[in-house]
């Protein structure tokens, strides 16, 4: 893979337009009756299309049989080494937030989450429950004091959360409470064996926890809050910077929103519904260089399971997609940060779909956009932290390298 230092050096800028579009979580796993997966499942006539008119191929997202989490394997779509640069999650949705973080404070990502009369976790979701509900039940934990430390909880999505500690002596060097299993009791934050600072912080979050614990116990299921993904502000070299781009994000879901901020890129307007998403598209396609467009709805499928679901929210997607005769950018690719398989219920470690589509591209003999055919594409098996060559040099971004 080549380094981002000396990618840089052979970017020559042009008028060329180039589009990203990221469903989270596309790859699936074949349905047992019907032997395809929910992307070969789906009817999408418009990615079909641009498929025969392109290429296609498989990426590994990380490494393979490494399962990512959505914040590393969109690091490396975006050419970062997510090994270099580990950003947690908390960061991210608090980014995503826009809450106003300073020096010295710890985000997390927190789920509210069912437990039983025994303490065991049941739904580490709470449902799914509804964002305003999320809402009114932050409203009872923000600004919660503990042994000098406050405590900030604002609702992100759904059952999703952002908690900020603020205070004297913090360290994110503590491990998730979240066990990403039911059946059995949250963790309890643990810090690192005699580092002063990380020993504290994790008996804090103990004790607010417990807190946090008595003051949900009438709001079944959301009646405790998972945490995961404790996180200083970091630094990160800026996407525009390297690849000499104007980039603009579109995204529903915070922590998509905060990686595109904390990369540099312009955050666009938050959209209601994918519709939105590539209405604001066309509205700003005039404006930018590249763009990212996020579609979560897959991976929230795949984690509940609905094979169904899935299926239809690529298929909704894929009427949109005749947008792209209209602006026509000069390259296009599809693809997805992971797999989600609905049989699997959470993430995976499977090569994920991927689509490109160039004016001055070339065809491969592919037919329909599918983990089968992808899998016989030119493109071939790739890691993903090559998109960002690829997609620069179909626009005719790239010199030559050496004599």
């Known amino acids: 893979m080549i380094a981002q230092e000396i990618l840089s050096k052979l970017i020559q800028p042009n008028a060329s337009k180039l589009v990203l579009v990221v469903f989270d979580g596309l790859g699936g796993l074949p349905d047992e009756k019907t032997g395809r997966t929910e992307l070969e499942s789906a009817r999408h006539p418009n990615l079909d299309k641009f498929a025969e008119e392109g290429c296609s191929?498989?990426?590994?997202?990380?490494?393979?049989?490494?399962?990512?989490?959505?914040?590393?394997?969109?690091?490396?779509?975006?050419?970062?080494?997510?090994?270099?640069y580990e950003i947690g999650r908390g960061l991210l949705d608090t980014l995503g937030i826009e809450f106003p973080l300073q020096p010295g404070d710890v985000a997390a990502r927190g789920n509210l989450a069912t437990i039983d009369e025994?303490?065991?976790?049941?739904?580490?979701?709470?449902?799914?429950?509804?964002?305003?509900?999320?809402?009114?039940?932050?409203?009872?934990l923000d600004e919660i004091v503990i042994d000098g430390i406050k405590f900030f909880v604002r609702p992100v999505k759904e059952h999703r959360v952002s908690v900020v500690m603020r205070g004297a002596g913090l360290s994110d060097k503590i491990n998730d409470t979240d066990p990403q299993k039911t059946g059995v009791k949250p963790l309890k934050a643990l810090g690192q064996t005699g580092d002063g600072r990380s020993e504290f912080t994790a008996g804090v979050v103990n004790k607010f926890?417990?807190?946090?614990?008595?003051?949900l116990a009438p709001h079944k299921p959301a009646n405790y809050l998972l945490l995961r993904g404790f996180a200083e502000m970091i630094t990160i070299p800026s996407?525009?910077?390297?690849?000499?781009?104007?980039?603009?994000?579109?995204?529903?879901y915070p922590m998509y929103r905060g990686l595109a901020r904390l990369l540099g890129m312009d955050v666009l307007p938050l959209p209601e519904d994918v519709a939105a998403e590539f209405r604001i598209l066309r509205e700003n396609f005039s404006q930018y260089d590249f763009f990212f467009l996020h579609i979560?709805?897959?991976d929230s499928a795949g984690e509940d399971g609905d094979f169904a679901r899935k299926v239809r929210v690529i298929e909704e997607a894929d009427r949109y997609f005749s947008i792209f005769r209209e602006l026509c950018p000069?390259?296009?690719?599809?693809?997805?940060?992971?797999?989600?398989?609905?049989?699997?219920?959470?993430?995976s470690w499977h090569p994920v779909p991927f689509l490109l589509w160039s004016k001055a591209g070339r065809r491969d003999k592919t037919k329909k956009f599918g983990e089968s055919e992808c899998r016989s594409?030119?493109?071939?098996?790739?890691n993903a932290r090559e998109t960002m060559p690829l997609m620069l040099a179909s626009a005719g971004r790239l010199l030559k390298f050496g004599a």
Do not use: M, N, W
Not at 122 to 136: F, H, L, M, V
Not at 209 to 215: D, M, S
């Open 239 to 252: 996407f525009s910077e390297i690849y000499k781009v104007k980039a603009a994000a579109i995204a529903i």
């Open 118 to 140: 025994d303490g065991l976790l049941t739904d580490r979701r709470a449902g799914r429950i509804a964002t305003e509900k999320t809402s009114q039940l932050c409203k009872l």
């Open 57 to 84: 191929g498989l990426s590994t997202p990380i490494s393979p049989g490494i399962t990512p989490g959505s914040g590393p394997s969109h690091l490396a779509l975006f050419g970062y080494d997510p090994f270099r």
């Open 377 to 382: 594409g030119e493109l071939g098996h790739f």
């Open 296 to 298: 979560k709805g897959t």
């Open 209 to 215: 926890l417990e807190v946090v614990g008595e003051k």
């Open 330 to 347: 000069d390259v296009l690719v599809v693809t997805g940060d992971h797999s989600t398989p609905a049989k699997l219920k959470g993430h």
